[in-house]
């Protein structure tokens, strides 16, 4: 009955040991295995879900009529090429258009003199010859044509033109016909001969002004196109039937579906799934986030109008992340079965034969190990999903401070027109010349628009009439306007407390009616500041200034295209570097952010000019400023990775610059490599811990039986030295208290002769401190400083003011000390002890040198704005020396400095002494320190080398001041 207990006890405790050292380890092992995999499954997942919010942004804008027609017309000019062919080629391709779009488009072509083509189509717009004043007129405007200023100067042009837009104006009805202007590669829809349709022109180009504005052209066309005419839905259909199409933005399938209706619109060709969209409608509606999976993919849905039902939904396919996914868990699964098995049948057999030669110790130490395997693996495994979370947080993170700084540019600029308008003011005001004439404003104008200030001046007269302007291709309707403005700012300024007439009050009415005509105002309710204004698309700011000439009032107009502000913006954003200043107060832990201006502009270089970011991420910025979103991701420059965030700032209207913020993943790496250590380390101490942990366990067993036999042999020879420790109350407990018992008389004085004698040795052999107990030789500049004539200080002020002027003192110079890589040895009454030791990043007698000019320039400051300097003033007499010296600790045991003793410290104060008899800096120094920095000073040899303490003379230099090169290491130079 006892041999079976004893039995079944010894199969309960294999049981347990088989499933804590091998069941356990395995599934510890297997769990963490596939939460890696899971991980990597999720981080490819996420990267898909980034790549469909960018598609899904794209699909909202691409689908819409406007954005569509842009691109037609766009394309027509860069793919098609259709201007540079023939008219009966053009006439063919109109009729083919017509044929898939009956009646859905009316064109009109012109060459590169505005004159209009003779298409033979009957898809050209009627009424040649109305059309060709009005697109004359309007190329003459945006300065496309040779002639064009001449024409806009020529009386019998301006009525011919005028008449043929009157009898334009009747086909347009409500719209004004001036809008067909504002729709150069802008479609607006509008409306011709009572039907709603979009109007958009366009021209080939050669080349770009500064402002993107074409210049030169090969031709031009003008669409009207019907939307009527066109199915339901036909742009959406457009869009995802041309999706695979080399550049179009949309890399993922895309599912245009009816949510109200649960039908079909439109799906890409590519899925062959038919049935697919009637399962998709229903995962849509019972989704729970804006990005789902469904089936095979990552699905996310856009709205192209709040009010329709309809949804474009686009599609990632995770189909080879989740069969990997599905592999790599089989694999582990296998093998860990694998394992589980080859244990079960081989583990019996090892431990019985090993139980023959492998020792007792031995044995506990190997489970207890095993054992600690399980949490070691656990460890690893979570601490790779905390640095992978960890590395995604500071990314985020990283972006998230980026996208503040995007809002901060944001409120910047639009703060700019307030920021530069009184500069811009002050700087006209001080260029006019007086007496104030005509000719001297010109001159000062003209000098101020060559050197960028603004773009465009306008001198007018007392009825508003221009008198002079360098702006000679002026639409005829803002001219008019800024006449009509510029008269009645004459009449207020003129006419100031008086009462108003009927005839002003006719004027002002005739004035607003005016600018609702041509759809904006003009606000110069206050004078010298900067106005926006917009006409037509061009976007401008206005400074309208009083001017006085000969008694006579007239007004002067300074305009600043919009670019001109951002330009002058991104400019000076760039080079103050406020991103990186505002970085470096809040966070030490990063590196700062770098701001960077792309140019949209092919005439204006980014800023800086030079960079190879702009060959990188030239697609991201064309992208975005397509776009009008945001793009973020990483990008490689010069083996040096690094976060960008690309956003077009949407207070700029002419989005001339597009901004981009940098910030290194340096310190995400460090910051990673440092959990990755950590992890490592916390796993080898685990292991290593485990394995001292289970041979102090061990010993713990098998330790006392082999002390007490080791013992008795011992006291068996005559050694009487042997000492056995409390072994508790058990039967070995009471053997080893006896033992002790019997020898403990004839041992003691030999064991208290060797207790001390161990102590002793190990108190000699302890040279962890030794080398600064003992002191240490080496090269230092040593600084003293004094403060003069302290004892009259003390004597005119309080004690109370005496403390405080030197606590103000000692608190201005230990900061500018220890900038210059020093540290302060000690305060000596008023005067301070200074140690230089260093090599890099210059020489410590250098870095000494500068500490004292800066702590000369310091007391000069604090003389002049300190409440306890009299007037007496203050000053301080400098000595500085370099040698070798003795650096350790000194005091005893409760109480230790560490500081320097030698010579160079008895000759640096001798030299502070010294230095009240110099002429310029006070600034004394011996000749050992004065050989390194001679190269980096201004000195001269003082004409007395006697110092008290030397036997023999010695060569000092006082310091006159630094030169440019001190910035140098002298070692290095």
Same mark, same amino acid.
Request: proline share 4%; charged share 25%.
């Given at each position: 009955?006892?041999?079976?207990?004893?039995?079944?006890?010894?199969?309960?405790?294999?049981?347990?040991?088989?499933?804590?050292?091998?069941?356990?380890?395995?599934?510890?092992?297997?769990?963490?295995?596939?939460? @890696?995999?899971?991980?990597?499954?999720?981080?490819?997942?996420?990267?898909?879900?980034?790549?469909?919010?960018?598609?899904?942004?794209?699909?909202?804008?691409?689908?819409?009529?406007?954005?569509?027609?842009?691109?037609?017309?766009?394309?027509?000019?860069?793919?098609?090429?259709?201007?540079?062919?023939?008219?009966?080629?053009?006439?063919?391709?109109?009729?083919?258009?017509?044929?898939?779009?009956?009646?859905?488009?009316?064109? +009109?072509?012109?060459?590169?003199?505005?004159?209009?083509?003779?298409?033979?189509?009957?898809?050209?717009?009627?009424?040649?010859?109305?059309?060709?004043?009005?697109?004359?007129?309007?190329? !003459?405007?945006?300065?496309?044509?040779?002639?064009?200023? %001449?024409?806009?100067?020529?009386?019998?042009?301006?009525?011919?033109?005028?008449?043929? /837009?009157?009898?334009?104006?009747?086909?347009?009805?409500?719209?004004?016909? %001036?809008?067909?202007?504002?729709?150069?590669?802008?479609? /607006?829809?509008?409306?011709?001969?009572?039907?709603?349709?979009?109007?958009?022109?366009?021209?080939? #180009?050669?080349?770009?002004?500064?402002?993107?504005?074409?210049?030169?052209?090969?031709?031009?066309?003008?669409?009207?196109?019907?939307?009527?005419? =066109?199915?339901?839905?036909?742009?959406?259909?457009? /869009?995802?039937?041309?999706?695979?199409?080399?550049?179009?933005?949309?890399?993922?399938?895309?599912?245009?579906?009816?949510?109200?209706?649960?039908?079909?619109?439109?799906?890409?060709?590519?899925?062959?799934?038919?049935?697919?969209?009637?399962?998709?409608?229903? $995962?849509?509606?019972?989704?729970?986030?804006?990005?789902? %999976?469904?089936?095979?993919? +990552?699905?996310?849905?856009? #709205?192209?109008?709040?009010?329709?039902?309809?949804?474009?939904?686009?599609?990632?396919?995770?189909?080879?992340?989740?069969?990997?996914?599905?592999?790599? +868990?089989?694999?582990?699964?296998?093998? $860990?079965?694998?394992?589980?098995? +080859?244990?079960?049948?081989?583990?019996?057999?090892?431990?019985?034969?090993?139980?023959? $030669? @492998?020792?007792?110790? /031995?044995?506990?130490?190997?489970? =207890? !190990?095993?054992? @600690?395997?399980?949490?070691?693996?656990?460890? #690893?495994?979570?601490?790779?999903? =905390?640095?992978?979370?960890?590395?995604?947080?500071?990314?985020?993170?990283?972006?998230?401070?980026?996208?503040?700084?995007?809002?901060?540019?944001?409120?910047?600029?639009?703060?700019?027109?307030?920021?530069?308008?009184?500069?811009?003011? %002050?700087?006209?005001?001080?260029?006019?010349?007086?007496?104030?004439?005509?000719?001297?404003? #010109?001159?000062? @104008?003209?000098?101020? $628009?060559?050197?960028?200030?603004?773009?465009?001046?306008?001198?007018?007269?007392?009825?508003?009439?221009?008198?002079?302007?360098?702006?000679?291709?002026m639409d005829g309707a803002l001219k008019k306007s800024l006449e009509m403005v510029a008269a009645k700012i004459v009449r207020i300024d003129s006419s100031l407390g008086g009462r108003p007439s009927v005839v002003d009050a006719a004027i002002d009415e005739e004035v607003e009616q005016y600018m609702q005509l041509i759809g904006s105002t003009f606000d110069f309710s206050r004078p010298t500041n900067l106005n926006y204004f917009v006409f037509q698309s061009t976007h401008m700011y206005f400074m309208s200034i009083m001017l006085k000439i000969e008694e006579s009032i007239g007004n002067l107009f300074i305009q600043l295209p919009d670019y001109y502000l951002e330009k002058r913006f991104a400019y000076d954003e760039f080079t103050q570097n406020r991103m990186a200043l505002d970085h470096a107060d809040t966070d030490k832990s990063d590196l700062p952010a770098e701001l960077f201006f792309y140019s949209n502009f092919k005439a204006e270089k980014s800023i800086p000019e030079k960079s190879p970011l702009w060959s990188k991420l030239r697609e991201v910025f064309e992208r975005a400023h397509r776009l009008k979103a945001e793009e973020n991701g990483m990008v490689t420059i010069e083996e040096e990775t690094w976060i960008y965030a690309i956003k077009p700032l949407s207070s700029m209207y002419t989005q001339s610059f597009t901004p981009c913020l940098l910030t290194s993943t340096r310190p995400i790496e460090a910051r990673l490599n440092s959990v990755k250590m950590v992890i490592s380390g916390l796993a080898s101490a685990a292991l290593i811990g485990a394995i001292i942990l289970s041979l102090v366990l061990t010993s713990s067993l098998i330790g006392?039986?082999?002390?007490?036999?080791?013992?008795?042999?011992?006291?068996?020879n005559g050694n009487l030295n042997v000492t056995l420790p409390n072994m508790g109350n058990d039967e070995l407990g009471r053997l080893s208290e006896t033992f002790n018992d019997m020898v403990r008389g004839l041992r003691e004085r030999e064991k208290m002769r060797a207790y001390v004698s161990e102590s002793v040795l190990e108190a000699i052999q302890d040279q962890s401190d030794a080398s600064l107990s003992e002191g240490r030789r080496v090269e230092v500049s040593v600084l003293f400083s004094d403060i003069r004539n302290f004892t009259g200080l003390s004597e005119k002020n309080s004690p109370e003011q005496v403390f405080a002027l030197l606590n103000e003192f000692f608190g201005g110079v230990e900061p500018i000390i220890r900038a210059n890589h020093g540290r302060v040895d000690k305060f000596i009454g008023d005067a301070v002890m200074a140690v230089f030791h260093h090599s890099e990043p210059e020489h410590h007698t250098l870095s000494a040198v500068k500490a004292a000019f800066a702590m000369r320039q310091f007391v000069g400051e604090l003389a002049k704005n300190s409440r306890f300097v009299g007037k007496s003033g203050i000053d301080i007499g400098v000595g500085i020396s370099t040698g070798t010296v003795l650096l350790g600790d000194v005091g005893s045991s409760r109480r230790k400095d560490l500081t320097v003793i030698g010579d160079e410290v008895n000759l640096a104060s001798r030299l502070e002494t010294a230095s009240k008899k110099g002429r310029h800096a006070k600034i004394v120094v011996s000749g050992s320190t004065f050989k390194h920095i001679e190269n980096f000073v201004e000195a001269e040899l003082m004409p007395f080398s006697e110092i008290r303490g030397k036997e023999q003379s010695v060569q000092i230099y006082e310091l006159i001041s630094l030169k440019a090169s001190a910035v140098l290491d002298p070692d290095k130079t």
């Open positions: 009955m006892q041999m079976l207990l004893e039995r079944k006890v010894l199969t309960l405790r294999n049981i347990f040991l088989y499933f804590a050292v091998v069941v356990l380890p395995i599934l510890v092992g297997f769990l963490a295995l596939a939460n @890696m995999v899971e991980e990597q499954y999720r981080a490819g997942v996420e990267t898909a879900k980034q790549d469909l919010d960018l598609q899904s942004a794209r699909a909202r804008l691409f689908s819409t009529e406007k954005h569509q027609i842009q691109t037609f017309a766009a394309a027509l000019i860069k793919d098609l090429q259709l201007l540079e062919k023939s008219p009966q080629t053009i006439a063919s391709f109109v009729d083919h258009i017509d044929s898939w779009y009956p009646d859905g488009c009316k064109w +009109l072509f012109w060459d590169e003199n505005g004159r209009l083509l003779d298409v033979p189509s009957r898809h050209i717009l009627l009424g040649q010859r109305n059309w060709q004043f009005m697109m004359t007129r309007l190329m !003459a405007q945006h300065r496309l044509l040779a002639s064009g200023a %001449e024409l806009l100067k020529d009386p019998v042009f301006e009525r011919q033109s005028i008449a043929a /837009m009157n009898i334009l104006q009747k086909a347009m009805g409500e719209h004004k016909i %001036e809008h067909v202007s504002w729709s150069l590669d802008n479609p /607006m829809l509008l409306s011709w001969l009572g039907k709603p349709c979009y109007f958009v022109w366009n021209m080939d #180009v050669e080349s770009y002004r500064e402002t993107n504005i074409p210049e030169k052209i090969r031709g031009g066309f003008l669409l009207m196109l019907y939307p009527e005419k =066109f199915s339901e839905h036909f742009w959406i259909k457009r /869009m995802i039937y041309r999706r695979t199409k080399p550049r179009s933005g949309l890399p993922h399938p895309i599912v245009a579906v009816n949510i109200s209706e649960r039908s079909l619109v439109v799906q890409d060709p590519v899925i062959k799934d038919q049935n697919l969209w009637q399962r998709l409608v229903d $995962a849509y509606v019972g989704r729970t986030q804006s990005s789902f %999976e469904f089936e095979n993919y +990552l699905a996310r849905a856009s #709205v192209t109008d709040e009010k329709s039902p309809v949804r474009i939904i686009s599609l990632a396919d995770i189909s080879d992340l989740q069969q990997t996914r599905s592999a790599l +868990l089989y694999r582990l699964s296998y093998v $860990a079965l694998l394992l589980l098995i +080859l244990s079960s049948v081989l583990l019996p057999n090892i431990m019985r034969m090993e139980s023959l $030669a @492998m020792s007792l110790r /031995m044995r506990i130490t190997a489970i =207890f !190990a095993v054992a @600690m395997l399980v949490p070691i693996v656990s460890l #690893v495994s979570i601490g790779n999903s =905390f640095a992978y979370h960890e590395e995604n947080r500071l990314k985020e993170s990283a972006l998230v401070k980026m996208r503040a700084g995007f809002e901060a540019l944001e409120l910047r600029y639009r703060d700019a027109p307030r920021l530069i308008e009184g500069g811009l003011y %002050e700087d006209l005001k001080s260029r006019i010349k007086t007496p104030l004439t005509n000719d001297a404003v #010109v001159t000062a @104008m003209q000098s101020a $628009a060559e050197e960028g200030l603004f773009k465009h001046y306008i001198i007018t007269d007392e009825k508003g009439r221009f008198v002079t302007t360098n702006w000679t291709t006392p039986i082999s002390r007490i036999d080791i013992a008795a042999q011992q006291v068996g």
